[in-house]
């Protein structure tokens, strides 16, 4: 069965600051890796995703992630936070043959001016 | 606009009432999920069907049930048997086959609460 992780349920950091969110996973086979974005009251938005192309992958609103193989990571940063990047990311696998979503618990992000 | 719409933004029932979630897609997606949302515990999977008239048991699916009697609809009953089903419900859908690998989009959400 496969499982993710993701350190820290909220994550505090100053405008300007870089946003690190760690996500580590563990598959028996080599996944399908992707980061959600989901504002209070609302679903849930797809910020990047990982299909075994380049283990550097870059998404919407300034954000990337870096799938470790080595680590069985999958953590997403941006390299300088802003007001709007307050929100709660959910980190997520799928098996390259199924079609069912494991999603870690989810990192609250507050950003302080 | 394609998209996955969920009606009602929020829902409030008595304790004992059925009470069923609309999602509808017309991204022409074959797969469909239900989540469950929790405070502190992401999402968990309810149900899913990746074709018309067939559908999947996932994590949680103890008191709720599930109809897909066409591509585009997939309607959840919360039903009396559910022991706590105050939660935010999150419809998603997705391609299958050949693009197995593309993402699950998710509709806005549903909020029940039960008084």
């Known amino acids: 069965a496969q499982s993710v992780t993701q350190l820290g349920s909220h994550v505090s950091v100053s405008e300007g600051a870089l946003v690190l969110l760690r996500c580590n996973y563990s598959s028996s086979v080599p996944p399908y890796l992707f980061w959600y974005v989901q504002y209070p009251n609302q679903g849930l938005q797809l910020l990047l995703k990982y299909t075994s192309a380049a283990t550097l992958v870059k998404g919407i609103n300034g954000f990337e992630a870096e799938f470790k193989k080595s680590e069985t990571s999958f953590h997403l940063t941006k390299p300088s936070a802003h007001m709007s990047d307050a929100a709660e990311y959910f980190c997520a696998v799928m098996q390259a043959a199924g079609n069912k979503l494991t999603f870690g618990g989810g990192t609250r992000v507050l950003v302080k001016p | 606009d394609g998209g996955i719409t969920q009606s009602p933004k929020y829902l409030f029932r008595k304790e004992g009432q059925n009470v069923t979630l609309s999602c509808e897609q017309n991204l022409n997606h074959d797969a469909m999920y239900w989540y469950r949302q929790d405070p502190g515990q992401g999402l968990r999977l309810i149900y899913y069907?990746?074709?018309?008239?067939?559908?999947q048991k996932g994590d949680i699916a103890e008191g709720y049930s599930v109809s897909r009697e066409k591509k585009e609809s997939f309607p959840l009953t919360v039903t009396s048997a559910q022991k706590n089903p105050t939660a935010f419900y999150l419809c998603?859908?997705?391609?299958?086959?050949?693009?197995?690998?593309?993402?699950?989009?998710f509709g806005p959400g549903t909020r029940l609460t039960v008084l």
């Open positions: 998603a859908s997705k391609i299958t086959g050949t693009r197995a690998y593309n993402e699950q989009f």
């Open positions: 069907s990746q074709i018309v008239n067939d559908f």
